[in-house]
């Protein structure tokens, strides 16, 4: 056996055990969990991660800074309406993988220099220690201060500001489940006769989850659904739009990621669902083969969201999708200003041209949705004229 399948080997051995050690099947919600925040083997928890074009996936802030410049047309006026009061304003981004899109939106700020820059507290929120270290180090030459919370800490202080998730919500971990004998069951994660990890079916869903779905358009017969048709859905997400929602006195909370509604994300036709592992830019179905050197990752149910907002303390705003919410934020003015010439080079014109289209490209970038909540506690300011008239009303 070369060296490389003996790391490998080495790699899946962890999952085999921790399955021994549960004895018996386990839910995906944990599985996932563990596949990607567990401090020793994670992905993010440990730090495997590789994010950009040489490592296993692209997101938004490592295509170059023209996406934060962007975002922070849609950020500062939120800020700047909060400002009108006196006292402190805090940034907070819960999920901020390499520390780049902060690094970014920094630089931004600091050029900008608005008058209530020295108000402002910049937070990150991250649960994995190794990426905290990530981050520490990207940030290290900023020219602002920003710490580190976690979510406890920020309960016991609530903030005045805007809670900023980018790409956090798909690597919330879901529950699978599928049509057998006419009913809704979960899948689980157990060990097959060779000790390898696989797929087993589990019992029937509990009532509570039977009612959440049938809000999502999947009655508890499967409404037509073949046997065996299988999707996921998110129990975590109450939990951390409440967890959220308890980090602010007053203000935004915009989420940023793959999603889709109920009525497309929970189709007839899409069997399977929409998890997915990713590895060195490929996707696969696989989940379970490589257990914490694949991101794993399923779309955001935008009704579900929507669904479960006012019972966590926040008011649903809207979702829109990334490449909509760009031009209406002024990516098409930024591509022509591109084509006229200008004191930048040919070749960053065409570079920064690039970086542009692939955030509205919908086979990239541009089929993310936006979602804005907002705090339902106290009265926020008038709303801002950004966000523009691209939120639903
Ligand atoms: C897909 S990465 C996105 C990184 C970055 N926002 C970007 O778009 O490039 C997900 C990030 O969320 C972090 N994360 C996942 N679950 C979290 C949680 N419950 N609380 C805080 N951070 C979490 C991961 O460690 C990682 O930093």
Redesign the pocket.
């Known amino acids: 056996m070369s060296s490389g399948g003996v790391v490998e080997q080495q790699q899946s051995s962890w999952l085999v055990q921790r399955l021994e050690a549960k004895a018996g099947p386990q839910s995906f919600v944990e599985v996932m969990d563990w596949l990607l ?1 567990d401090p020793q083997h994670g992905y ?1 928890g440990s730090g495997q991660v590789r ?1 950009g074009a040489q490592g296993d996936f692209v ?4 295509q170059g800074p023209v996406f934060a410049e962007l975002l922070r047309r849609q950020l500062w006026p939120c800020l700047e309406a909060l400002a009108a009061e006196s006292g402190p304003l805090t940034l907070i981004e ?4 390499d520390g ?2 902060m690094c970014d939106l920094i630089a931004g700020i600091s050029a900008e220099a608005p008058a209530w820059w020295d108000r402002l507290e910049l937070v990150l ?4 220690p190794a ?1 905290q270290l990530r981050q520490q180090q990207t940030l290290a030459g900023a020219p602002v201060q920003v710490h580190w919370c976690d979510p406890q800490q920020l309960g016991a202080e609530p903030r005045r500001g805007l809670i900023l998730a ?3 919500i798909d ?1 919330l971990p879901v529950q699978r489940f599928g049509l057998h004998n006419g009913r809704w069951h979960e899948w689980l994660v157990g060990l097959d006769g060779q000790q390898q990890p696989c797929w087993q079916l589990g019992g029937a869903l509990a009532p509570d989850v039977l009612g959440q779905l049938e809000q999502l358009g999947l009655p508890a017969g499967g409404g037509g659904r073949p046997e065996g048709w299988s999707s996921e859905w998110c129990p975590v997400m109450g939990p951390w739009l409440e967890q959220a929602r308890a980090c602010l006195s007053q203000g935004w909370l915009l989420a940023i990621d793959y999603a889709m509604p109920a009525a497309r994300y929970y189709a007839p036709s899409r069997d399977g669902g929409t998890l997915l592992a990713c590895r060195e830019q490929r996707t696969s179905t696989d989940l379970l083969c490589d257990p914490g050197r694949m991101d794993l990752t399923a779309h955001v149910c935008t009704t579900l969201v929507e669904q479960l907002a006012a019972s966590a303390g926040w008011r649903w705003q809207g979702a829109a999708l990334q490449g909509e919410v760009l031009l209406q934020l002024g990516l098409a003015q930024e591509i022509t200003a591109l084509s006229e010439p200008g004191p930048l080079p040919l070749a960053d014109r065409l570079s920064r041209r690039e970086q542009l289209l692939r955030l509205v490209d919908p086979h990239l970038l541009g089929g993310f949705w936006w979602m804005l909540l907002e705090s339902d506690a106290l009265p926020l300011p008038p709303r801002p004229p950004c966000p523009p008239a691209w939120w639903p009303s």
Request: aromatic share 14%; net charge negative.
């Open positions: 925040n993010y994010f997101t938004a802030p490592t819960w999920g901020p993988g780049q899109l929120v991250e649960s994995s990426l980018h790409e956090l690597a």
